[in-house]
């Protein structure tokens, strides 16, 4: 990074505290005074969210007054993407536009720099910004005051509300004029907020018609639920549920077949209703089967089914996926009721390369169960050449495991290929539905009469689990020794678990998006811009979405 010229230093020295902090976070970002804003990336947008439904009444009046004025407004969202701007003077409109300030842009602190927009948004605090106060040169014509929209029941960030003039200075009354016009906009949230309870109600009332239906709907604030689904869901079942809505789209249902808490099978019907950003539930039990009371949650339903298949067979399989995902117990699901030996790559360096390859022989010649072969991303080539030979002719049926695919080097790839089965494991980050299930099955198992309140598997779901089902056998392990009986709640968690309740977890989608990204900078060594060409996106687009999906940098 730069370092300021001396001047600039003496210069940032006589800032306002509230303006050099923004300097200082814009700075980090990577952004240069002279950074161009010609070109920031456009994303569609909801034009019929309850925050346009709420503010368009109000930026309508406010244009109104503002005629004949030099002056323009700007309205920004949660994600802070401005979502509509007014104007009574088309050269403020062209000034802007320059700046890529048009409906849709993104407009973070880490692609704008310090402004009326991007800072209260940053900061949770209605700021004025002067022309010079600007980070960037291209905004050091303008001045402006942004307030943020806070919902009067939630607290939740809804959006900010900006004030722009061509102008060195901005002029004192913007300040009561666009405070005004927020608490008028927070006032039109609390009354959408409650027309929105009665939409959902109208939906659940309608939809609880169907006497045979368990009917559930989901609001922000709100959960309503008939008689059937009292009896069939739990606690746990309803983190679930919201999960599945954050996935929903808003254009068409969703039908999925999911496992309850209870070990029942149902199929769900899931749509949005209008514009409430509520989601209607209806569900349909299965007919009950017999499950295994002894039933481990290694593996979701359809890599149950894979792993089935291939247990019967002879031919050498690969199971990959990362650290904790239950790759040892997937090769214990392929053994079946045959013996299994186990032979780790790890050893190689203790045990010698020789002595290694001693018992890897003595093994697949004389085992008549399976042989498991544990990380072979480990192995050197030399190794990697043995085995390979071993695995059509060995006695033993041979299970490789090894991290996920794409990362083994090239003599362990060439290993892997010359496996006829690959299974490949999914994080726990990309099961958060199952969660609420795998933990009540863990309780059980370590004989823990407890249970997850909603809250606790919300905040469990919000975590990235890096460790995977390791570090949630750990989690349900200290629960255990640490409580007796009753409910566990988030603040019964483990600090490091008990998640950021302002944060929801990401949906399948966020998530290998989250991944790739955090792939892409740890691969450049943090480097943003050279992560930034290795995704094929720019280099603001990249922060828009570091930002958004909450990326620690």
Not at 122 to 137: D, K, M, P
Not at 384 to 395: E, H, I, N, T
């Amino acid at each position: 990074m730069k370092m300021p010229e001396p001047a600039a230093v003496a210069k940032e020295a006589r800032l306002r505290p509230e303006i050099a902090a923004s300097w200082q976070r814009v700075r980090m970002s990577g952004l240069a005074p002279d950074t161009k804003l010609d070109r920031l990336p456009v994303t569609e947008f909801d034009r019929t969210s309850r925050l346009m439904v709420a503010a368009a009444p109000v930026l309508d009046e406010l244009t109104t007054q503002l005629d004949d004025t030099t002056l323009g407004l700007a309205l920004a969202d949660r994600e802070c993407r401005i979502i509509d701007l007014r104007f009574t003077d088309r050269r403020v409109e062209m000034a802007l536009e320059q700046v890529s300030a048009v409906p849709g842009s993104r407009y973070t602190e880490e692609v704008s720099g310090t402004n009326s927009v991007a800072t209260p948004f940053e900061t949770r605090r209605g700021i004025t910004v002067n022309g010079q106060e600007h980070f960037l040169e291209a905004f050091k014509k303008f001045s402006c005051y942004g307030q943020p929209i806070v919902h009067p029941v939630t607290r939740k960030l809804e959006g900010v509300l900006d004030i722009t003039g061509i102008m060195p200075m901005a002029n004192p009354l913007f300040v009561p004029f666009i405070q005004r016009a927020v608490a008028d906009i927070e006032r039109r949230l609390l009354e959408g907020a409650r027309d929105s309870e009665r939409d959902l109600l109208i939906a659940f009332q309608a939809a609880a018609r169907q006497r045979s239906r368990a009917v559930v709907v989901l609001g922000n604030d709100v959960a309503l639920v008939n008689p059937n689904a009292v009896d069939l869901l739990e606690a746990a079942d309803h983190a679930v549920l919201r999960t599945l809505a954050e996935e929903l789209s808003s254009e068409r249902a969703m039908v999925r077949q999911i496992r309850l808490a209870s070990g029942r099978v149902v199929d769900v019907e899931a749509s949005r209703i209008g514009g409430t950003g509520g989601t209607l539930f209806q569900l349909v039990p299965k007919p009950r089967r017999r499950r295994s009371a002894d039933r481990k949650p290694a593996a979701p339903p359809s890599i149950d089914r894979e792993l089935a298949r291939i247990s019967g067979t002879r031919s050498p399989v690969l199971i990959s996926g990362e650290s904790g995902t239950g790759r040892s117990e997937a090769v214990r699901r392929v053994a079946g009721s045959a013996e299994v030996i186990t032979l780790d790559a790890a050893e190689v360096a203790s045990l010698g390369e020789r002595e290694w390859a001693r018992r890897l022989a003595r093994h697949a010649a004389s085992h008549d169960g399976v042989l498991a072969v544990e990380d072979i991303q480990l192995l050197p080539a030399v190794l990697c050449v043995r085995l390979s030979r071993l695995l059509a002719d060995s006695a033993a049926r041979i299970v490789l495991t090894s991290t996920p695919r794409e990362e083994p080097g090239p003599h362990a790839a060439g290993l892997a290929a010359d496996c006829v089965a690959v299974v490949e494991l999914p994080p726990l980050r990309m099961r958060r539905d199952e969660l609420p299930a795998m933990a009540r099955s863990m309780l059980a198992e370590a004989g823990a009469r407890l249970r997850f309140t909603a809250g606790a598997l919300a905040a469990l779901a919000a975590h990235n689990w890096p460790g995977n089902l390791r570090e949630l056998r750990m989690v349900v392990r200290h629960i255990a020794e640490t409580h007796s009986a009753g409910d566990i709640t988030a603040a019964d968690l483990p600090e490091s678990h008990r998640g950021n309740p302002a944060l929801r977890a990401l949906t399948p989608w966020q998530q290998a998006e989250y991944d790739a990204i955090v792939a892409a900078l740890k691969a450049t060594g943090g480097n943003k811009l050279q992560a930034a060409d290795r995704l094929g996106i720019s280099r603001s687009t990249l922060y828009n979405r570091i930002r958004v999906l909450k990326i620690s940098r």
